[in-house]
């Protein structure tokens, strides 16, 4: 069965068996329901987000509805280019929520994007839905009551890669990190898993955002002797980061970790540069059947296989379409009450969303195979370990999120 066909079941069967809305006069804002994908679409993360977001995005639709359309409704997708700045994207967000009338937000790469358009969301009473940011303050002290963090963050990261280097005997780390919310908290998160399990960090530098030049900072990092040079960045500057440590031989004698790593990172650097890193992520398109037939459409349209984000873009655009058919309305009260309460298994990514907004799902420890192991185009990964989703997630009783009440 085609991973369309099995969307459409697992929807049907998810969200319309008891439904008495389906059948109803739905009550539907501007009497259309207008998504925007708010993404990085000519910069640093278009790469791992970007056009491919916007493309999963309408995958995501058509899989829905062959006619377009939810509760009768017309489905509409807006897109547009945040250029990672917190000021275009807030203004963006207000402009979509106020003049076009957008239901939900989605993809939002970058933290302080995210936070930034979740802010005007809270204030418009509307939907964000964050695919491509990290940090963990989305769902701890930043978080709204209308928002869902999907794909991953900090803490998953740590407790992924961080410690499985760590248990590898490589104790002593120093940290490259972007200077914003993002490098921060990534650094933060892995400190406290290095530290629990024995580690010890000797440095840190803070590189800018985005930056080109990290010749001073890795060079800091050698002359620091630790076990590991840990990269707290992302996109391009990973790619720069690994390309310009490799060129001073540091990968010879220090073990380099990019504490997050996309698929098209790997594909930019090649298996040769990027093979025996580990990392983390929450979805993989050579996982099993049903992730390899998404891919397999993505890659005809993208002509690049899928990130995590853009996986995730599809998941949370497909999963609000079934709350919004399900609760019989747009209304955000509504669609966050049937989002909240709703197991979601799309083929994709399988779990559920907890009080703070979190999407909690099962992330993989993947390691970068050897060029003599990849047997086709983007067969990258060896699986190392599945992290199951509570492991993978913050537990409710460290939240620092307003909306959680059981402390």
């Known amino acids: 069965m085609k991973l369309k066909q099995i969307t459409a079941c697992l929807v049907a069967a998810t969200f319309f068996g008891s439904n008495p809305a389906f059948a109803q006069t739905s009550k539907v804002s501007g009497d259309v329901i207008k998504i925007g994908v708010l993404t990085d679409l ?9 056009p491919g977001a916007v493309i999963a995005a309408k995958m995501a639709i058509a899989d829905f509805s062959k006619d377009g359309t939810v509760i009768g409704k017309k489905i509409e997708l807006l897109s547009a280019d945040h250029q990672n700045k917190a000021d275009i994207a807030a203004n963006k967000a207000r402009e979509w929520y106020d003049k076009d009338g957008v239901d939900v937000i989605v993809e939002l790469v970058s933290t302080n994007v995210a936070l930034a358009v979740m802010e005007v969301a809270e204030q418009k009473n509307k939907i964000t839905l964050v695919s491509g940011a990290a940090s963990l303050p989305i769902t701890n002290e930043k978080c709204t009551a209308n928002n869902v963090h999907w794909t991953y963050d900090t803490y998953a990261l740590s407790n992924g890669t961080a410690k499985a280097v760590v248990k590898q005997g490589k104790k002593n780390w120093y940290f490259l990190s972007a200077d914003y919310a993002f490098g ?68 010879k004698k220090q073990t380099v970790v990019p504490l997050l790593m996309f698929i098209s990172d790997v594909h930019s650097l090649g298996l040769s540069a990027a093979q025996g890193m580990f990392l983390t992520e929450g979805f993989y398109w050579d ?62 990514f399988k779990g559920k969303i907890r009080a703070d907004g979190k999407f909690e799902h099962d992330m993989y420890l993947l390691e970068v195979k050897k ?37």
Request: aromatic content about 6%; proline content about 4%; overall charge positive.
């Open 42 to 50: 000519s910069s640093i993360y278009s790469d791992l987000a970007g």
């Open 184 to 251: 921060a908290a990534l650094e933060r998160d892995a400190t406290n898993v290095i530290n629990a399990n024995g580690g010890k960090v000797l440095g840190t530098s803070k590189h800018p955002f985005p930056n080109s030049d990290f010749s001073s900072y890795l060079l800091k990092a050698q002359a620091s002797g630790a076990d590991v040079v840990a990269l707290a960045n992302a996109g391009q500057d990973t790619i720069n980061s690994v390309k310009q440590a490799s060129e001073f031989g540091i990968n």
């Open 287 to 348: 996982k099993d059947d049903k992730t390899r037939a998404f891919a397999k459409r993505f890659i005809l349209q993208h002509k690049r296989m899928p990130t995590s984000v853009q996986a995730g873009v599809y998941s949370s655009v497909l999963a609000y379409l079934a709350a919004v058919q399900k609760a019989g309305t747009d209304d955000t009260q509504a669609v966050m009450k049937v989002l909240k309460s709703t197991n979601i298994d799309d083929g994709l």
């Open 371 to 407: 060029p003599s192991e990849s047997t086709s185009p983007w067969d990258y990964y060896n699986v190392k370990a599945v992290i199951p989703a509570a492991e993978a997630t913050q537990p409710l009783s460290l939240s620092r999120c307003k909306l959680v009440t059981n402390k």
